[in-house]
Nanobody, 124 residues
């Protein structure tokens, strides 16, 4: 079993930055692809970014490309999401997820483990 705990959310003004972290425990996730997803009020959960097991490949949703950066530290069993140039439409609960595979896509069904999420609120 893998437990995922997110941190780093908060309230920020439009144009600002936040860095989210996801700490894994229970077992190492160094061989798993890791993803970030978000869910805004009244909307379905959507894909944000994914990184492969070694950190050499990343993929982003068009809405965050060029503003967000996903990274991982396998020695620390963590994955991060650096969010710059934040917009009010980025407001959501952000969750990290682990896929039991070295590579994964944006499809939520590929992810076996999920964190509870951290709230990000961007004011205009």
């Amino acid at each position: 079993q893998v437990q995922l705990v997110e941190s780093g959310g908060g309230l920020v003004q439009a144009g600002g930055s936040l860095r989210l972290s996801c700490a894994a425990s229970g077992r190492t996730v160094s061989s798993y692809a890791m993803g970030w997803f978000r869910q805004a009020p009244g909307k379905e959960r959507e894909f944000v970014a994914v990184i492969n097991w070694s950190g050499t490949n990343t993929y982003y949703a068009d809405s965050v490309k060029g503003r967000f950066t996903i990274s991982r530290d396998n020695a620390k069993n963590t994955v991060s999401l650096q969010m710059n140039s934040l917009k009010p439409e980025d407001t959501a609960v952000y969750s990290c997820a682990a896929a039991i595979a070295r590579y994964a896509s944006s499809r939520q069904t590929e992810y076996a483990y999920w964190g509870q999420g951290t709230q990000v609120t961007v004011s205009s």
